[in-house]
Nanobody, 119 residues
C-alpha cells in the first residue's frame, strides 16, 4: 500500500523554526523526486521545495535561504527544515513523490500537515 505521511506541523511564533517530515512506504522511494507544496484556503497549491533522486534541490524565491529540503533514503523520509518563519508561511504543507515511467508521470500525495505562524 502506497503511503506518504507528513508530520511536524504546528503553531510557531514568527522567526521560529519547524521541521516537517514525510515518511514514504509501498514504493521505490529513492528513485522518486520529492517535493513539498503548501496551500491556503482559496489559493492554488504552491511549490515550496524539491529534491531529486540525485539530491539536487530547488526553491522558489519566497523560501530560498530559509527552508532546506533533505532526504534520508535509508529511512524513506524527506525533511523540510523551515527557519525564520513568517506569518505568510501559514498553510497546509503536503509532500509529493513523483517520477516518470514509460508513458506516464506517476505521483503520490500525502494528507498534509498544518503549519501556523502567529504570535
Amino acid at each position: 500500500q502506497v503511503q506518504l505521511v507528513e508530520s511536524g506541523g504546528g503553531l510557531v511564533q514568527p522567526g521560529g523554526s519547524l521541521r516537517l517530515s514525510c515518511v514514504a512506504s509501498g514504493f521505490a522511494f529513492s528513485s522518486y523526486t520529492v517535493a513539498w507544496y503548501r496551500q491556503v484556503p482559496g489559493k492554488q497549491r504552491e511549490l515550496v521545495a524539491t529534491i531529486s533522486s540525485a539530491l539536487s534541490t530547488t526553491y522558489p524565491d519566497s523560501v530560498r535561504g530559509r527552508f532546506t529540503i533533505s532526504r534520508d533514503n535509508a529511512e524513506n523520509t524527506v525533511y523540510l527544515q523551515m527557519n525564520r518563519l513568517k506569518p505568510e508561511d501559514t498553510a497546509v504543507y503536503y509532500c509529493r513523490a513523483s517520477r516518470y515511467e514509460p508513458g506516464s508521470l506517476v505521483g503520490y500525495w500525502g494528507q498534509g500537515t498544518q503549519v501556523t505562524v502567529a504570535s
